[in-house]
């Protein structure tokens, strides 16, 4: 029997052709299962010696089928695995990754090096009151420089926040001092745009307050953030200027190396002073206490795209929002 169904098992080509073969001999019906029936009907001696060589027929066909089937299996994954081969040589299909846009780049360096000047990050609303882009801030309107600031105004009389300096007076409304933040965010004025005018902008404002603070502690601050963007070459000047809000005011230039030029030249990066007596007394007004009374404080604000354009050559501020990949793919990935 055993080399009956060794011719039977050796060619056969597939697991179900091969069950079929199992079943044969070895199923309930098969040709063994019916030798083995017979033994009933033997002597007990009998019975034992036939008993004894059956049971290795059954032993030795068992193992045929276990090799058999396992070699099937292989050749089956073997098939698998040659068709579904992949060629690693040949050239990937690269994706379009995305990226951060350049001013939120420059936003998040800059968050990054007053965090390690001890600054919070906080933001404020992009729809303004009269009360808080003008008034708090020392610029009531009949104040002549109200004409600094070129206005949206919506039809309810409340503003597009003509500079981040809002949230001087909305954060001194809500927190006690001392305390220092930055404040990043979308401005807006009602310009004609060209090269270097765009009626949304963007601007970082900066306000510490506290019983001691000085203008030194202004200037070696703007110093640390120049350093942080333009290098440890880079310093700050000053030069006198005029604010409602801050007295004295100083608008500021930092110095800057540019390496891959060999240039260096002073550039005009924004405004800044001491915080007004009357600002700390319109937001003692809006507190309703005397938190704010005789506290000192600087504040400065800067444009952020001014600084983008500088640092990285952009010629034209509308390149910013005309979302044009040209445009942006070049400031994706590393900017050193
Ligand atoms: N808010 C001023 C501007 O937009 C800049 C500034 C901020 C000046 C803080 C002084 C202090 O022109």
Same mark, same amino acid.
């Given at each position: 029997?055993?080399?009956?169904?060794?011719?039977?098992?050796?060619?056969?080509?597939?697991?179900?052709?091969?069950?079929?073969?199992?079943?044969? @001999?070895?199923?309930?019906?098969?040709?063994?299962?019916?030798?083995?029936?017979?033994?009933?009907?033997?002597?007990?001696?009998?019975?034992?010696?036939?008993?004894?060589?059956?049971?290795?027929?059954?032993?030795?066909?068992?193992?045929?089928?276990?090799?058999?089937?396992?070699?099937?299996?292989?050749?089956?994954?073997?098939?698998?695995?040659?068709?579904?081969?992949?060629?690693?040589?040949?050239?990937?299909?690269?994706?379009?990754?995305?990226?951060?846009?350049?001013?939120?780049?420059?936003?998040?360096?800059?968050?990054?090096?007053?965090?390690?000047?001890?600054?919070?990050?906080?933001?404020?609303?992009? *729809?303004?009151?009269?009360?808080?882009?003008?008034?708090?801030?020392?610029?009531?309107? /009949? %104040?002549?420089?109200?004409?600094? /600031?070129?206005?949206? #105004?919506?039809?309810?009389?409340?503003?597009?926040?003509?500079?981040?300096?809002?949230?001087?007076?909305?954060?001194?409304?809500?927190?006690?001092?001392?305390?220092?933040?930055? *404040?990043?965010?979308?401005?807006?004025?009602?310009?004609?745009?060209?090269?270097? %005018?765009?009626?949304?902008?963007?601007?970082?404002?900066?306000?510490?307050?506290?019983?001691?603070?000085?203008?030194?502690?202004?200037?070696?601050?703007?110093?640390?953030?120049?350093?942080?963007?333009?290098?440890?070459?880079?310093?700050?000047?000053?030069?006198?200027?005029? @604010?409602?809000?801050?007295?004295?005011?100083?608008?500021?230039? *930092? @110095? #800057?190396?540019?390496?891959?030029?060999?240039?260096?030249? #002073?550039?005009?990066?924004?405004?800044?002073?001491?915080? %007004?007596?009357?600002?700390?007394?319109?937001?003692?007004?809006?507190?309703?206490?005397? *938190?704010?009374?005789?506290?000192?404080?600087?504040?400065?604000?800067?444009?952020?795209?001014?600084?983008?354009?500088?640092?990285?050559?952009?010629?034209?501020?509308? @390149?910013?929002?005309?979302?044009?990949?040209?445009?942006?793919?070049?400031?994706?990935?590393?900017?050193?």
């Amino acid at each position: 029997m055993i080399n009956e169904a060794k011719l039977e098992i050796t060619p056969a080509s597939s697991l179900p052709e091969l069950q079929e073969i199992k079943v044969k @001999y070895l199923g309930k019906k098969g040709l063994l299962t019916a030798e083995l029936k017979t033994l009933g009907n033997l002597s007990p001696d009998d019975r034992k010696i036939r008993g004894a060589a059956l049971n290795m027929i059954k032993t030795e066909l068992e193992a045929l089928f276990d090799n058999k089937e396992l070699e099937l299996k292989n050749a089956a994954l073997e098939a698998k695995l040659a068709s579904e081969s992949l060629d690693v040589t040949l050239p990937g299909t690269a994706f379009q990754t995305g990226g951060f846009h350049l001013l939120t780049r420059i936003i998040d360096d800059l968050a990054t090096i007053y965090k390690g000047l001890g600054y919070q990050v906080v933001q404020g609303q992009e *729809v303004e009151t009269e009360l808080y882009n003008f008034d708090a801030l020392n610029i009531p309107s /009949w %104040h002549p420089a109200r004409d600094l /600031w070129d206005t949206f #105004w919506l039809t309810d009389g409340r503003v597009l926040r003509t500079h981040t300096s809002p949230m001087q007076a909305r954060f001194m409304e809500a927190f006690e001092p001392p305390f220092r933040i930055v *404040v990043p965010g979308k401005t807006y004025r009602f310009e004609a745009v060209d090269a270097t %005018h765009e009626a949304m902008f963007h601007q970082l404002e900066g306000l510490a307050v506290g019983k001691n603070i000085t203008m030194s502690d202004l200037k070696g601050t703007l110093e640390e953030m120049a350093k942080g963007l333009f290098g440890e070459t880079s310093k700050v000047r000053f030069q006198p200027s005029y @604010y409602p809000f801050t007295e004295p005011s100083a608008d500021f230039a *930092v @110095y #800057w190396e540019n390496k891959r030029t060999g240039q260096a030249k #002073w550039l005009e990066l924004g405004g800044s002073g001491m915080v %007004h007596p009357r600002v700390f007394e319109e937001v003692c007004k809006l507190r309703k206490d005397e *938190v704010y009374a005789g506290q000192r404080g600087f504040a400065f604000g800067l444009g952020i795209e001014r600084v983008a354009m500088i640092k990285y050559g952009v010629p034209d501020i509308r @390149y910013f929002f005309q979302n044009d990949l040209r445009v942006l793919k070049q400031f994706r990935g590393n900017l050193e």
